[in-house]
């Protein structure tokens, strides 16, 4: 079964910041052929799209992350890479990176959905304290 591998979850003090990084090596394609997706879950709630990287470059994230969280890729290393800054408590959550075999990638109200994902990593714990 292939599977994404995330990594650079962390406990870090309000403000702080937390760089995550998926791999993608086990894909069958570069990771420019995928739209990427990063996922969060908290306990008790559902997992939500906050940020997305589609095969033409172009990003996408939800209010409650845009501005402070920037979604890239290094296809080159079949990366993709969540830089986050100015965490909050509310960030706490298990990070997951997502991938998708479409043409054209998810957009608008679709993108954040987790049934337009094939392929998942098992994810990576952020905690943020205040």
């Known amino acids: 079964q292939v599977q994404l591998m995330e990594s650079g979850g962390d406990s870090v003090q309000a403000g702080g910041y937390l760089r995550l990084s998926c791999d993608t090596s086990?894909?069958?394609?570069?990771?420019?052929?995928?739209?990427m997706t990063w996922f969060r879950q908290a306990p008790g709630l559902e997992r939500e799209g906050i940020a997305t990287i589609r095969t033409d470059g172009s990003t996408s994230y939800t209010d409650s992350v845009e501005g402070r969280f920037t979604v890239s890729r290094d296809i080159d290393k079949n990366m993709v890479f969540l830089q986050m800054t100015n965490l909050k408590p509310e960030d706490t959550a298990m990070y997951f990176c997502?991938?998708?075999?479409?043409?054209?990638?998810?957009?608008?109200?679709?993108?954040?959905?987790?049934?337009?994902?094939?392929?998942w990593g098992r994810g990576t714990q952020v905690t943020v304290s205040s």
């Open positions: 997502a991938a998708a075999s479409k043409w054209p990638c998810p957009a608008g109200g679709t993108w954040f959905r987790v049934d337009q994902y094939t392929y």
């Open positions: 086990a894909l069958r394609l570069p990771v420019s052929s995928y739209c």
